[in-house]
């Protein structure tokens, strides 16, 4: 069996930043970038060599919301017995106010 865990909402970077923005009280900035230039920063950290195209076929699921949770039956209700919490109040919560 495999269990499908998404969250209610789809949550994109402009959504983590402005979240993280109004926890921190420090300006925090998403600037999305060309698939281009993530392959040459990914590239550049190291990576091994099968990693940059993983990550980067992921970053286009993303971007082409292929990941957004939409497409699938959500079980996280269920074995929760609850309704999640939403993701930008996990995010949020998980912040250091000092940070």
């Given at each position: 069996?495999?269990?499908?865990?998404?969250?209610?909402?789809?949550?994109?970077?402009?959504?983590?930043?402005?979240?993280?923005?109004?926890?921190?009280?420090?300006?925090?900035?998403?600037?999305?970038?060309?698939?281009a230039?993530?392959?040459?920063?990914?590239?550049?950290?190291?990576?091994?060599?099968f990693?940059?195209?993983?990550l980067?076929?992921?970053?286009?699921?993303?971007a082409?919301?292929?990941?957004?949770?939409?497409?699938?039956?959500?079980d996280?209700?269920?074995?929760?017995?609850?309704?999640?919490?939403?993701?930008?109040?996990?995010?949020?919560?998980?912040?250091?106010?000092?940070?």
């Amino acid at each position: 069996m495999t269990s499908e865990l998404v969250g209610a909402e789809a949550v994109g970077g402009a959504d983590v930043a402005a979240a993280l923005t109004r926890t921190t009280g420090r300006p925090v900035a998403y600037r999305p970038v060309p698939l281009a230039e993530a392959r040459e920063t990914v590239a550049a950290t190291g990576a091994v060599p099968f990693q940059v195209p993983m990550l980067l076929s992921t970053y286009s699921a993303i971007a082409h919301g292929f990941l957004d949770g939409r497409q699938v039956e959500n079980d996280l209700p269920a074995l929760l017995g609850r309704a999640p919490r939403p993701a930008l109040d996990v995010i949020a919560g998980g912040t250091d106010a000092a940070w």
